[in-house]
């Protein structure tokens, strides 16, 4: 099993001091909450262009970015989809797997689709997983399967919130599994306190 930490919170002067914390406590990598924000922070990301450094860190401690976290919900005024493409093209340029996006309300499909459009049509080209977190109202995983279902799309996976669908909906792990199986591409793990988005 690979452990990741998510860099949100984290408040270090380097993307360089992120890859020695993951390696000094013995983690495999790190999630990278609110790229765009880790882009204009740190000026060595592995986000940025002429990022080889960057990768060379990763790579000399054996790490792993595992996942790029967009910051707002996906039904919100906040979400761009132009940038939340944008997600998909940072994460392809820099060898990370995924995109994890979330939403705090039930939404009309059809608007979520309109929202991902562009970065569905980039990911499917480049091979990113597009990764619906388990939380809110998508925390019942049969949700999480409608929407993937809806989308019936290669790179649309599931993001396991272990805490959300066991304490806000009441599942245990078997359903959770025995309804999302093989989509299930990340698994968070938090306690019960506190507010992962």
């Known amino acids: 099993m690979k452990l990741s930490f998510s860099t949100r919170n ?16 013995g983690y495999s990598g790190f999630e990278i909450f609110d790229a765009k924000a880790e882009k204009k922070k740190h000026f060595d990301s592995v986000l940025r262009n002429g990022s080889a450094d960057a990768k060379r860190k990763l790579n000399n401690r054996g790490l792993a970015v595992s996942n790029l976290v967009y910051p707002f919900p996906i039904e ?3 979400a761009d989809p132009a940038v939340i493409k944008q997600y998909v093209d940072w994460a392809f340029d820099a060898g990370i797997e995924s995109v994890v ?5 039930d ?11 562009p970065a ?4 499917t080209k480049a091979d990113i997983k597009i990764l619906f977190e388990t939380s809110g109202p998508l925390a019942h995983s049969d949700k999480v399967l409608e929407i993937i279902n809806f989308f019936a799309s290669v790179p649309i996976g599931a993001a396991w919130n272990v805490r959300e669908t066991y304490f806000n909906a009441g599942e245990s792990p078997e359903k959770t599994i025995e ?19």
């Open 179 to 197: 309804t999302l199986g093989a989509h299930i591409c990340y698994v968070r793990i938090g306690d019960k306190s506190g507010d992962v988005n």
């Open 10 to 25: 984290v408040e270090l002067n380097s993307f360089k001091e992120i890859c020695q914390m993951a390696f000094d406590y």
């Open 76 to 78: 919100s005024d906040e």
């Open 101 to 105: 996006v979330f939403i705090k309300k």
């Open 107 to 117: 939404t009309d499909y059809e608007f979520i689709k309109k929202k991902l459009e």
């Open 120 to 123: 569905l049509e980039r990911a």
